[in-house]
């Protein structure tokens, strides 16, 4: 059995089907990690989550803030962003079931015997472990209940807090965490989260030059051990192999390429595919 773990697909299905190939993929064996956001901005968002969702067992996919965002228009939450960007939605007849799936997505995916771990875009440097798990846990069963998943977005507050709130209300931790997970980038050399600097725009502008008074998140998380951390999300990056941390958005819909490691078989050269430029990077 081959493990792979395969960045942002970002609805481009053809350079998906076309990574499948390169790497040999054997449905009946094999197994795939999705690192999140395999939808919106390409060609095929609905195409590529049913073929990811029909893969069934044979892979494990991650929320992506995409994915989030979905949910969240989904029930009734939509922002500017949902509106404009994810009416492919509507054509979906099998719309209830996809929205069923979406909220079953977890937040993280952790293989001891693999000795990897996986996340959308990051851990707060200030959580452990065990803390990271328990969040992630936390949020998932609150985004597969009815009542609460409302509760959530609905309470949502429009600042973010740079460090983890004092837990005396848990859905301001939960809020935290569910930003932290699937859109950070960036810490303060002290592990305080930057949302956004001041005169750039948010999203795919967080390129950090050397002198840069900013630090990568992976750089200040101090977890023991060598379990490999798998994220994507920082498709200005680019493919960004740093030791244990292994960052695969290298920008497939921005005529990037789309990028698998192999995380039973480490040594395995990086496999990747061109993609066409479907869309500018904002
Ligand atoms: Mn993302």
């Avoid at 492919?88 to 995916?109: K, S, T, Y």
């Avoid at 998932?140 to 009542?147: A, G």
């Avoid at 998943?149 to 209300?169: K, M, Q, R």
Wanted: negative net charge; charged residues 20%.
């Amino acid at each position: 059995m081959a493990v792979y773990a395969i960045g942002d697909v970002h609805g481009c299905l053809p350079q998906l089907l076309e990574l499948l190939e390169a790497i040999r993929f054997r449905p009946a064996r094999d197994r795939l990690w999705f690192v999140g956001d395999i939808i919106n901005r390409g060609p095929d968002s609905l195409g590529t989550l049913r073929f990811v969702r029909d893969l069934g067992d044979r892979a494990v996919t991650l929320m992506g803030n995409h994915e989030l965002r979905a949910i969240s228009g989904l029930s009734g939450h939509g922002d500017r962003a949902f509106a404009n960007q994810m009416g492919f939605f509507a054509q979906a007849p099998d719309l209830p079931e996809i929205h069923q799936w979406l909220r079953g997505l977890p937040l993280m995916h952790h293989d001891a015997g693999l000795g990897a771990m996986m996340v959308h875009a990051g851990f707060f440097p200030g959580w452990s472990f065990h803390r990271a798990r328990e969040l992630a846990d936390r949020l998932q069963e609150i985004l597969r209940d009815d009542r609460r998943i409302s509760t959530l977005f609905s309470s949502a507050s429009s600042s973010l807090p740079d460090l983890e709130p004092v837990v005396t209300e848990e859905m301001a931790s939960l809020h935290f965490a569910l930003a932290v997970m699937t859109r950070m980038r960036i810490c303060q050399p002290d592990g305080r989260v930057v949302w956004s600097i001041p005169g750039e725009k948010s999203g795919m502008a967080f390129r950090l030059e050397p002198d840069s008074p900013y630090r990568p998140w992976y750089e200040l998380l101090d977890w023991p051990g060598e379990e490999r951390v798998v994220y994507g999300h920082w498709a200005v990056a680019g493919l960004s192999l740093n030791g244990r941390f292994k960052g695969l958005d290298s920008g497939c819909v921005y005529g990037g390429r789309l990028s698998a490691i192999r995380l039973d078989h480490p040594e395995t050269p990086v496999t990747q595919v061109t993609c066409p430029c479907y869309v500018a990077p904002e």
